[in-house]
């Protein structure tokens, strides 16, 4: 889909469609005086109020050039989320054979117009050899007057969108066609055209360091692991000593290993690499961006499988830290491969840490489908994120650290076991990590009822949300 940013008047747009935001309960905009009555009877009528999600069509409008005006509902200016409405129109309209469509901005920005557009667009049907969802060819944003913050904000919009999507559909890939090193090859892929460095430590290296946690995962599947590295500099000497680590969980396929899972929404586990593609469709954003800070992506990837080499309930491995654990659930592997890619971090000179991660079923049923978790040793670094996301309409809830959780991971036989009991999981899920973090700045965000929806919104397609692309690329630009 071509997107592009115009300036002229909202009768002069040539498109299939024009779009304009409308409000509950608020009058309509002097310019659509052309559509006034057609709006009252509406109204009138109950068929469009102006909520959230609601569209309405008028064809063949006199006044303008438009073959076709569409009113978008808004809700209310208190809770406008403008990607979403933005999203949402072109989700309808393309499914109406709207081909060009144009958007009135009427001061909205033209950065989340941008990336609700190309977030709307985006559909998870690339293996389908027929009836192929129906898509955009152009979005354009209509602003009345010219500015240079306008066009860089709605590049930077596009931007963050397409990476955002990057990551959608790397997600949305089945773990036949996406294994540990097939994403380790994306990535290099990724890096290499946008300027990044890439490295990448194979099971060998990785033996010899010491990864036992993340090589203990591991080492049932007959697929190797890797460890994904992707590093961005600034071109010029950065104002800030600071050292920004993404760690992204990139388990291709989770079986549960021995405690295996049940086989219903088994084939969902595709997903659990959510993390580690935001990570990479956040350094695709940043590369383009160029914020004033180092940033470093970390993605360990495994794939987690039943075999006669899985490790068992019961195993003790050793972590690149020193540290011991037990075992005492295969399924809780996420967390054995994070903690030895933040300890690489953490030697790689990184000097805030923040990881994404689908770990716990527990954050679901805390929180819905709704919030992501975020668990944190630094308040400071925490405002930063949720700063960041705030800024990106990505919904991010605060959960507890107390000291008293800590207690659920004590183990007779090594240094803590890797699970802590039925109570609080996303918590202790989110303690056994900050036992390898140290006194270094971290926030964990727990995305597993975020990462992926079950069913189709009007305003996302059915299966991977990316979400926290923009709110990595945010946190390092605003650093």
Known sequence: METKLAYQSLEKIEADAVAVVLFENEPAPTELKFASSWLEELRASGEFSGKSDELAVLHQPQGIKAKRFVAVGGGTKENFDLRRATATAVRALKQKGVKKLAWWLNGGDPEAVAEGAIIGNFEPDQYKTANQGKSLEEFCAIAATNGREFDRAFERGCILAEAQNFTRSLVNEPANRLTPLILADRAKAMAREAGLEFEMLDQDRMRQLGMGSLLGVAQGSAEPPALIIVRYKPETAPKTSDHLGLVGKGVTFDTGGVSIKPADGMEKMKYDMAGGAAVLGAMKAIAKLKPDIAV????????????????????????????????????????????DAITY????????L???ATLTGA?????????????TNNEALLGKVMAAARSEGEKIWH???????????????????????????AVSAAWFLREFVGDTPWVHLDIAGTAWLDDAKPYMAKGPTGICVRTFTKLALNW
Request: charged share 20%.
């Open 296 to 339: 470093t992506a970390f993605v360990p990837a495994v794939e987690n499988m039943v075999g006669g080499k899985a490790q068992r309930p019961g195993d003790i491995v050793k972590s690149l830290n020193g540290k011991t654990v037990e075992v005492l659930n295969t399924d809780a592997e996420g967390r054995l491969i994070l903690i």
């Open 363 to 375: 954050i679901v049923v805390a929180l819905g489908h709704v919030n992501a978790g975020a668990f």
């Open 399 to 425: 959960m507890p650290l107390d000291d008293e959780y800590k207690d659920l991971l004590k183990s007779a036989f090594a240094d803590l076991s890797n699970i802590g009991g039925r109570w609080g999981g």
């Open 345 to 352: 971090a953490q030697r790689q000179g990184c000097t805030h």
């Open 354 to 356: 923040v990881d994404a």
